[in-house]
């Protein structure tokens, strides 16, 4: 298994850089160390199973996206976003909900999301590929928990989870997995991944104004008030400066009243 590291802050002479770290950190926050851990920890244990003809690319940055997709796995068969994990304990995942054991042995919604946030990954990468109208078989997200110390109890949840224990397994079956990818397109999305660019610009045909339809409730609710202002303004034809002159009347009567008002109720 080939593996590409895009990290902005990786060092490319593999040693530990500590301004390197600490500009990650800045970036993305303390979690960022250990999910690179974690990616270290999971390509150790697929790097003996899966060959060549697969790609991990780490840190894969899709454009306009401020945090990086942590681990793209592309094989001849398929491309896998996965999400690697290094929490302890026991959680629970039942469709989009990701929950942790308490004290209590009461299950409760965890603080992060880490099947909504794995869920995002993959459609942020899934949407990206669709930018550039590149098709590739896709399976859901995968989230992997790389400690031997978590146990999670799976409900058909959101996306595909995977414990330690059954990390070997989930590459076997992606190493004898039918190829799918001709080489070129292979070739292609590995390009698209490892140089992020946005698609090119194409030049939209001019649509007549009459043809144009609001893009939203409110767009169409300020089209029609624009549109009945408009037809009164028309109908009496008033210059801007004698709108001017109206709007300070009708102001110096509403003062009027109000003082005429004021002066009754004093004069009671």
Known sequence: MRTIDLSKFHDESGSSNI??????????????????????????????VLGNDCVLLRDV????????????????????????????????????????????DEYRLAQSNLIRETWL????????????????????GVMIFVSPETVVESIRPRVRVIQADGIRNFARELAISKPVFSDMDFRSVVKLLTEP?????????????????????MDETLAKVDESIGKVTRKINFSRREWVVVSL????????????????????
């Open 19 to 48: 301004l390197k770290t600490f500009q990650g950190l800045l970036s993305y926050g303390w979690s960022w160390q250990e999910n690179r851990k974690s990616q270290e920890e999971l390509v150790e244990i697929l790097e003996p």
């Open 61 to 104: 940055n899709i454009p306009k996206v401020n945090r990086p997709i942590p681990v793209v796995l592309v094989t001849p068969a398929m491309l896998l976003v996965i999400n690697p994990k290094s929490q302890q304990g026991f959680f629970r995942a039942e469709g989009k909900r990701w929950e942790e054991l308490g004290r209590d």
């Open 121 to 140: 990954y993959q459609k942020t990468v899934e949407g990206y590929l669709k930018q550039h109208n590149f098709s590739a078989p896709m399976d859901r």
């Open 197 to 217: 660019r946005l698609p090119d610009k194409t030049k939209k045909k001019k649509v007549a104004p009459e043809l144009l339809e609001p893009k939203t409730e």
């Open 249 to 268: 009347l009708v102001l110096g009567v509403i003062i009027v009243l109000i003082a005429l008002i004021m002066l009754i109720i004093f004069t009671l």
